[in-house]
């Protein structure tokens, strides 16, 4: 519940003013609070050390800059933006939980109250200026594990992000132009964004794959494009639909693959600074393309050219043999003697197995991974996708290992535990 209350506020005050929200005076000043945002990631990449120290007060000058920025002088505006841009870079998560997601709906449903409420701007300005204090509520997980992000990852997960971003940031520019004065009720594209953002998280907790998410919104988008072309109102205002519920599934599926990386030191700053830098890409892309058709050309050739990603990484990963995963996955035959005197989930299976009695059947070397992953906290849909197997295979390959152990699940987890504290295996 805290992390749906941290998320949601923050998704509040990010949706409101600096991220072409109704608050934000002028568009153009977008592109400065992004570049800030980029810079921040960046620099919390290089100090990851020194990142939990400053992390109060990044939080804190947040609150303030927003407070202010309705009184600053409008040549200053720029420098002020960049620097929310760079201070509001400091936001991580804990303990996430599917039902987090819903803080995405929770926060554009209060910037849609906020946004027809009978109050002064610099009133509204005060609200959002409280929000990114909520934060201190919850405790920010600085965990810091690069083992728990693979270069493959990356590869897999980035090309989406951007291309999916900078699909939806041109369309959305299109659209901006004259939807302001053309709309039934200005907001009411927020509950077709936090509809789509409740779908998610019902198929998240039924376990789907995040393929479907992607899908989804590749399908919302083209539904806007194709509505785009005819023109009038009505047809404008379910195009602007349509893209705010590719964006809740694109934002769904972003924060959970995030999330499921397990490593928010480097996760959060890679993954959204990819986003900005794909925002702000379609900003300069429709700022100089000008012709409309052109826009929505080039959107429609990102929309196929994701399409085809997404069918040649899941056939490249389909094509993988179970001995190049499994390599991938688990080494552990071949580690040092320094590696080996850190607490790994590979090091206690490998001691584990030199402590079993010899009659006893041998792992084999996909249930040494599941194992692994196992230990490693990963829950059975986790592991399915990072071994390119069914769910049902996993829970298999685990009850085999179990059986062969001679151990209930909790009597592994626990000996694990134990492990870690004094570095002994009792024998079996």
Same mark, same amino acid.
């Given at each position: 519940?805290?992390?749906?209350?941290?998320?949601?506020?923050?998704?509040?005050?990010?949706?409101?003013?600096?991220?072409?929200?109704?608050?934000?005076?002028?568009?153009?000043?977008?592109?400065?609070?992004?570049?800030?945002?980029?810079?921040?990631?960046?620099?919390?990449?290089?100090?990851?050390?020194?990142?939990?120290?400053?992390?109060?007060?990044?939080?804190?000058?947040?609150?303030?800059?927003?407070?202010?920025?309705?009184?600053?002088?409008?040549?200053?505006?720029?420098?002020?933006?960049?620097?929310?841009?760079?201070?509001?870079?400091?936001?991580?998560?804990?303990?996430?939980?599917?039902?987090?997601?819903?803080?995405?709906?929770?926060?554009?449903?209060?910037?849609?109250?906020?946004?027809?409420?009978?109050?002064?701007?610099?009133?509204?300005?005060?609200?959002?200026?409280?929000?990114?204090?909520?934060?201190?509520?919850?405790?920010?997980?600085?965990?810091?594990?690069?083992?728990?992000?693979?270069?493959?990852?990356?590869?897999?997960?980035?090309?989406?992000?951007?291309?999916?971003?900078?699909? #939806?940031?041109?369309?959305?520019?299109?659209?901006?132009?004259?939807?302001?004065?053309?709309?039934?009720?200005?907001?009411?594209?927020?509950?077709?964004?936090?509809?789509?953002?409740?779908?998610?998280?019902?198929?998240?907790?039924?376990?789907?794959?995040?393929?479907?998410?992607?899908?989804?919104?590749?399908?919302?988008?083209?539904?806007?494009?194709?509505?785009?072309?005819?023109?009038?109102?009505?047809?404008?205002?379910?195009?602007?639909?349509?893209?705010?519920?590719?964006?809740?599934?694109?934002?769904?599926?972003?924060?959970?693959?995030?999330?499921?990386?397990?490593?928010?030191?480097?996760?959060?700053?890679? #993954?959204?600074?990819?986003?900005?830098?794909?925002?702000?890409?379609?900003?300069?892309?429709?700022?100089?393309? #000008?012709?409309?058709?052109?826009?929505?050309?080039?959107?429609?050739?990102?929309?196929?050219?994701?399409?085809?990603?997404?069918?040649?990484?899941?056939?490249?990963?389909?094509?993988?043999?179970?001995?190049?995963?499994?390599?991938?996955?688990?080494?552990?035959?071949?580690?040092?003697?320094?590696?080996?005197?850190?607490?790994?989930?590979?090091?206690?299976?490998?001691?584990?197995?030199?402590?079993?009695?010899?009659?006893?059947?041998?792992?084999?070397?996909?249930?040494?991974?599941?194992?692994?992953?196992?230990?490693?906290?990963?829950?059975?849909?986790?592991?399915?996708?990072?071994? #390119?197997?069914?769910?049902?295979?996993?829970?298999?390959?685990?009850?085999?290992?179990?059986?062969?152990?001679?151990?209930?699940?909790?009597?592994?987890?626990?000996?694990?535990?134990?492990?870690?504290?004094?570095?002994?295996?009792?024998?079996?």
């Amino acid at each position: 519940m805290i992390i749906l209350i941290i998320l949601g506020a923050f998704v509040f005050w990010i949706v409101s003013f600096p991220m072409g929200g109704p608050l934000l005076d002028n568009l153009d000043l977008l592109p400065y609070f992004l570049l800030g945002h980029i810079a921040g990631f960046a620099l919390n990449l290089l100090t990851k050390a020194i990142f939990p120290k400053v992390y109060p007060f990044l939080v804190i000058a947040t609150g303030v800059l927003t407070v202010f920025y309705p009184t600053t002088e409008q040549e200053l505006k720029p420098l002020v933006m960049s620097l929310i841009g760079f201070s509001s870079s400091y936001f991580l998560t804990e303990n996430f939980k599917e039902l987090g997601i819903l803080g995405l709906s929770f926060g554009n449903l209060a910037m849609l109250l906020l946004l027809h409420a009978p109050l002064h701007q610099d009133y509204k300005f005060l609200i959002l200026g409280l929000m990114p204090s909520l934060s201190f509520i919850g405790k920010p997980n600085f965990v810091h594990d690069e083992q728990a992000v693979t270069k493959s990852t990356w590869i897999r997960l980035l090309p989406r992000f951007f291309l999916l971003y900078l699909t #939806g940031g041109l369309m959305y520019g299109v659209l901006m132009k004259v939807y302001h004065r053309e709309a039934f009720l200005l907001g009411m594209e927020v509950v077709f964004y936090a509809f789509a953002v409740f779908a998610c998280f019902l198929l998240l907790i039924n376990r789907v794959s995040e393929e479907l998410l992607i899908t989804l919104s590749m399908l919302a988008f083209a539904l806007s494009f194709f509505l785009m072309h005819f023109e009038n109102k009505i047809t404008l205002n379910f195009s602007m639909y349509g893209i705010q519920i590719g964006f809740g599934f694109a934002d769904a599926f972003v924060l959970y693959s995030l999330v499921r990386l397990r490593n928010p030191l480097t996760a959060f700053p890679v #993954g959204f600074g990819v986003i900005c830098l794909a925002i702000l890409t379609g900003y300069f892309v429709f700022k100089n393309m #000008g012709n409309t058709k052109y826009v929505i050309a080039l959107g429609n050739l990102l929309l196929v050219s994701i399409a085809v990603y997404l069918v040649y990484t899941k056939k490249s990963r389909s094509e993988e043999t179970p001995m190049s995963q499994e390599a991938s996955q688990v080494e552990i035959t071949e580690q040092s003697e320094t590696e080996y005197a850190q607490k790994t989930p590979e090091n206690f299976l490998k001691e584990l197995c030199e402590s079993r009695a010899p009659y006893k059947k041998e792992l084999s070397k996909r249930e040494k991974g599941v194992l692994v992953l196992l230990l490693k906290g990963l829950i059975y849909h986790d592991i399915s996708q990072a071994l #390119g197997i069914s769910v049902s295979a996993v829970r298999e390959y685990a009850r085999r290992v179990l059986e062969k152990l001679g151990l209930r699940k909790e009597e592994l987890l626990n000996m694990y535990e134990e492990w870690k504290k004094n570095k002994r295996i009792r024998i079996l």
